[in-house]
C-alpha cells in the first residue's frame, strides 16, 4: 500500500524520499536568482544590531507570545522535521508589529500562538524540490525568487485563549490546503469566522496583509524591501 497522502497529495513515502534527495545542507544552488538580495549564512554577522533588515527572536520581545512551531517537528504536511530548533524570529520591525498585535489580543483574553516565522532559504528550497511538478506547486513557494518568510516579513499564527490555554476554533487546522482556509470561506462555524476575523484585525492594524487562501498566513507591508536570508536559527543575533 502506498500509504496515507500528505496535504500536497503525496504519500508519505514520497515526501520522505523527495526530502532525503536534497538533504538541508546541499542545495543544489547556493541561493536564489542573482537580482535577488540574498543574505547566506556565512553574512549573518554582517547586519549591525539597528539594522531594520536584522532578525530578532519574538518571545524576547514579548514572552506571552506562544510558540507551537510546526516545522521544528512532524505535525507538518512533510511529516518531517525540517528546523532543528523550535524558535520564531522576523525582521525588526514585523517582529515589533506583532508585539503589538499580541498586546491588542490579550487586552481581549487572547494570545498569540506561532507555528511559523523567519524561514531560511534553504527550507524552502528543500519543499520546493520535494514537491511534483503540476499544481501542488501553487502551495510551495519558488526558491529562485525566494518567500516572504525567507524575507522574515511573513507569519503563521493563530490565537489562544488566555483562561484556558487551549487554541480558538478556526476554519481548519494550519497547513489546511483547501477552500475550508481561505479568508472568505463562510460554511465554518460562527465561532470559527469571529475567531478568525479577529486574528485578521489584529495583524492587519499592524500592518500585515493577510494571505487570501490561508486563514494563518500575513505578510509584513514592504517585505520587498528585505532581502531573502539563509541564516540558520543557530547563527542568528
Known amino acids: 500500500m502506498a500509504g496515507p497522502r500528505s496535504k500536497l497529495g503525496l504519500t508519505r513515502r514520497e515526501v520522505a524520499l523527495g526530502l532525503a534527495i536534497v538533504p538541508l545542507a546541499t542545495c543544489s544552488r547556493a541561493g536564489p ?71 491588542a489580543a490579550q487586552g481581549e483574553g487572547f494570545g498569540l500562538t506561532i507555528f511559523d516565522a523567519y524561514r531560511p532559504w534553504r527550507v524552502t528550497k528543500q519543499l520546493w524540490d520535494a514537491t511534483p511538478p503540476g499544481p ?23 490565537l489562544h485563549d488566555l483562561k484556558t490555554g487551549l487554541l480558538v476554533e478556526m476554519p481548519t487546522e494550519f497547513d489546511d490546503f483547501s477552500e475550508k482556509a481561505h479568508r472568505d470561506f463562510m460554511a465554518a462555524s460562527p465561532a470559527a469566522i469571529a475567531n478568525r476575523a479577529r486574528l485578521q484585525r489584529y495583524l492587519e492594524a499592524e500592518g500585515f496583509t493577510g494571505l487570501s487562501n490561508e486563514w494563518w498566513h500575513f505578510d509584513f507591508d514592504g517585505w520587498e524591501n528585505f532581502p531573502v536570508m539563509d541564516v540558520p536559527f543557530d547563527r542568528i543575533g
Open 33 to 103: 536568482d542573482k537580482d535577488v538580495a540574498f543574505i547566506p549564512a556565512n553574512k549573518a554577522a554582517a547586519l549591525s544590531p539597528q539594522d531594520p533588515k536584522r532578525l530578532v527572536e519574538l518571545v524576547k520581545l514579548d514572552p506571552a507570545i506562544r510558540l507551537d512551531m510546526r516545522y521544528a517537528a512532524t505535525n507538518n504536511f512533510t511529516g518531517r522535521v525540517l528546523y532543528k530548533e523550535a524558535r520564531a524570529f522576523l525582521t525588526m520591525p514585523a517582529a515589533n508589529a506583532v508585539v503589538r498585535a499580541s498586546r
Open 136 to 158: 501542488k506547486k501553487n502551495y510551495v513557494a519558488n526558491p529562485k525568487r525566494g518567500s516572504k518568510h525567507n524575507r522574515g516579513c511573513a507569519v503563521d499564527l493563530s
